[in-house]
């Protein structure tokens, strides 16, 4: 299984402005739009710590799952939440052909927590040996901050903040994610049971 990112979060949805208030920085000293690209990266890899520890798209973005075998015949998990929409199904052949699954054959199990590719029928598009399948879709709970869970958006500046402080800090210790940050996204994780957890 790969899941990648196809495109980034807009620049525009990223709270340079609160970040900089957050951090309190001065104003009124020269150009105040000189730190931003660096706030920018601090809120880019924020975003992408809170991300992959809780499993929630923050901003709203397309993605490609791409998996050798379905999980189950009938249903394929989508390991980012919440799933908008599912663009496409692409099938490809050992030789690299590619066709498109038609949409009656599947449909999005929309759920804030796990959602799936659900089977319309009694069983997902067949695989081809050796080939894979390509789900693509938009996962993120809005376009722009303002739709990002409260909790999960502190959560975020705080690790930004916490980012620009130890910024020439390469070692574990104080440049780990902050006992704040993990409090607030810990509801969002996800809970593993059963044998292959």
């Known amino acids: 299984m790969m899941l990648v990112e196809l495109a980034e979060a807009p620049e ?16 009124g000293f020269g150009p105040d739009a000189v ?14 710590a809170v991300e992959a520890r ?30 908008a929409a599912v663009a496409s199904v692409t099938l490809r052949d050992a030789a690299g052909a590619s066709t ?12 804030a927590h796990r959602p799936a590719l659900q089977a319309r029928g009694a ?18 709970y809005g376009a722009d901050w303002s739709a990002v ?7 975020a500046l705080m690790l930004a903040a916490h980012y620009h402080d130890h ?11 902050p006992f704040g940050v993990s409090a607030l996204i810990e509801r969002y994780r996800p809970l593993r049971l059963g044998a292959s957890a």
Do not use: Y
């Not at 498109?100 to 759920?111: F, G, R, Y």
């Open 35 to 48: 730190q931003d690209a660096l706030l920018a990266g601090f809120l880019r890899a924020a975003l992408a």
């Open 54 to 83: 809780t499993g929630k798209a923050l901003i709203r973005r397309a993605f490609a799952l791409t998996l050798s075998e379905w999980r189950g015949p009938d249903r394929q998990p989508i390991p980012l939440a919440p799933v």
């Open 12 to 27: 525009a949805s990223l709270p340079v402005a609160r970040l900089k208030d957050h951090l309190r920085l001065g104003s």
């Open 100 to 111: 498109v699954a038609p949409a009656s054959l599947w449909i999005l199990d929309p759920d």
């Open 123 to 140: 069983a997902l598009p067949a695989i081809p040996a050796q080939g894979s399948a390509t789900v693509v879709f938009d996962a993120g």
């Open 167 to 177: 910024r020439d800090n390469t070692a574990l210790g104080p440049g780990c994610m």
């Open 149 to 155: 869970p409260p909790d999960l958006a502190q959560a």
